[in-house]
């Protein structure tokens, strides 16, 4: 993996810590060049500077078209079209159903749906002129099985697997591969935002008895950018500690 990703221009949104960050390095490492795409735009230039050359900071609502607009237009400018996108940015908000309002709900739909919408539709025109392209979406296990006190978080994260599955579908007789990662829950501050309580429950539920770290999910994410995933398409690679098992 050395410089298997050499040719590759990756954006990375919410790169600026955490998971995202995890896997920019790791591009970085793989031969990459990373725009560093984060609404923190301090620690997005922090992460930036750490990596050096390869890299560059963009600040970026992944909700907002014209901000992604912007986002796209940087990396452009820094070196060439996207080739790679990973849709990595999300927020967390634990409440139980009833005491969730509508805009809790249309905010946590924004940032991971629409924002996964805005960002792969940006990016796809000249993937598809090209006829070769990556797109790599970041769901979660609650996705999959759902997740107490987490409803719209859990539906948010669903509708990223079926939005990868069709999009999977349309695109890769064009040469663009689209693919999911469905981390389980993974030791990040977004994590430890959530509730003590929560996080001891889930943490006895997993069958590794232990969270995943960022890096975990950076190497799953490294693979399916690579060749040796050539024909992965459409599928949810799950680092998630045994929380689900297909």
């Known amino acids: 993996m050395a410089r298997a990703l050499a040719d590759h221009i990756a954006i990375v949104t919410g790169s600026a810590s955490g998971i995202g960050r995890a896997i920019a390095t790791r591009l970085i490492e793989a031969g990459a060049r990373v725009v560093i795409a984060d609404r923190n735009l301090d620690g997005a230039h922090a992460v930036a500077a750490a990596l050096g050359e390869k890299a560059v900071a963009v600040a970026v609502d992944v909700s907002d078209e014209h901000a992604v607009a912007g986002m796209v237009e940087r990396c452009r400018e820094a070196f060439g079209d ?29 940032v991971h749906l629409r924002g996964t919408f805005l960002c792969t539709h940006a990016v796809i025109g000249p993937m598809l002129a090209a006829g070769d392209g990556v797109i790599i979406n970041m769901a979660s296990q609650l996705g999959q099985i759902g997740g107490v006190e987490l ?41 430890m935002s959530l509730s003590e309580e929560w996080r001891r429950t889930k943490t006895a539920e997993l069958p590794l008895g232990r969270f995943g770290e960022p890096e975990d999910v950076a190497e799953t994410v490294a693979f399916l950018a690579s060749p040796a995933a050539k024909i992965y398409v459409g599928q949810t690679l799950c680092p998630n500690s045994g929380d689900v098992m297909l």
């Open 151 to 191: 409803s719209h978080y859990s539906a948010a994260k669903a509708g990223i697997i079926g939005f990868t599955k069709s999009l999977a579908r349309e695109l890769s007789t064009r040469g663009v591969r689209v693919n999911a990662v469905a981390p389980g829950p993974i030791a990040t501050e977004l994590s």
């Open 82 to 110: 996207c080739t790679l996108l990973v849709n990595n940015a999300g927020i967390v908000q634990q409440g139980r159903f009833e005491t969730l309002g509508v805009s809790d709900w249309d905010r946590m739909i924004a």
